[in-house]
């Protein structure tokens, strides 16, 4: 199994990006779905999460400008951030419990780069 996150790039302040994670493999089902992110001389915070069902949750500094939803047809979980601001600025992770062909257990994609400036 693999997630393969994709989207990031430079943008300007109030700016918009749309991130992307599929994953794909000997897959059965995902359950919650997430973002993460991780800026310079910080720790890995999470962004933003999903349940199969579509139920979300953000963390604060985001609410309003971000969005995450998924398609389960195609495996796959975005993040539409808006208004963008320098301190977005980060690698972002997606994540993804699921049952593959021997167990569940989390799995992790590679990051994408967010650079958010003028």
């Known amino acids: 199994v693999q997630l393969q996150a994709s989207g990031g790039g430079l943008v300007q302040p109030g700016g918009s990006l749309r991130l992307s994670c599929a994953a794909s493999?000997?897959?059965?089902?995902?359950?919650?779905m997430r973002w993460y992110r991780q800026a310079p001389g910080k720790q890995r915070e999470l962004v933003a999460a999903?349940?199969?069902?579509?139920?979300?949750d953000y963390t604060d500094p985001v609410k309003g400008r971000f969005t995450i939803n998924r398609d389960n047809a195609k495996n796959t979980v975005y993040l539409q951030m808006n208004s963008l601001k320098p301190e977005d600025t980060a690698v972002y992770y997606c994540?993804?419990?699921?049952?593959?062909?021997?167990?569940?257990?989390?799995?992790w994609g590679q990051g994408t780069l967010v650079t958010v400036s003028s």
């Open positions: 994540n993804a419990d699921l049952y593959d062909s021997a167990t569940y257990r989390t799995y």
């Open positions: 493999g000997s897959i059965f089902s995902i359950n919650t």
């Open positions: 999903i349940t199969r069902r579509g139920s979300t």
